[in-house]
């Protein structure tokens, strides 16, 4: 499954670029992220918690950076399976940040996704939809870090 999108932030390209990179921010960035450690300079160890339809997830999984230019392209795989054995997933990411002026990024990203066992069930319109909202949270949650980061700085 193919999820695109892509977002602006009101911040400095390397102030986006560190939180991208910072697992401290990440995890208080995405919805339901119970555990983002760094295991290493390129591997990160999460768990996060959702609810996907009927049913509520819980996803153990190691992201490994592959690929990263600064500050414009962050390349990323990821393998994990949900805790409660509802089946397992891996992804491929690409992030690219484009600064369209001092204070705002471009932020878009591709994520190809594919899912095992009774994640697999839910259905594309139902993971798509979750994405979309999480990814959502995300940007918000991402944006009021920044601003407050910025706030402190000044």
Known sequence: ??????????????????????????GTCVPGTEKMEAIDKETYESIVAQRVGPFKVKLKFTTKLTEVRPPNYIKAVGRGADVTKLGNFSSEIEVKLNETSPNNVEVSYTANV?????????????????????????????????????????
């Open 1 to 26: 499954m193919l999820i695109e999108g892509q977002f602006t932030l009101q911040a400095p390209i390397q102030k986006v670029w560190d939180s991208l990179l910072d697992p401290k921010t990440l």
């Open 114 to 154: 594919s899912l095992v066992g009774r994640l697999a069930t839910f259905g594309e319109r139902i993971m798509r939809a979750k994405a979309k909202d999480v990814g959502d949270q995300f940007t918000s949650n991402l944006q009021e870090k920044l601003k407050a980061s910025q706030t402190a700085g000044a």
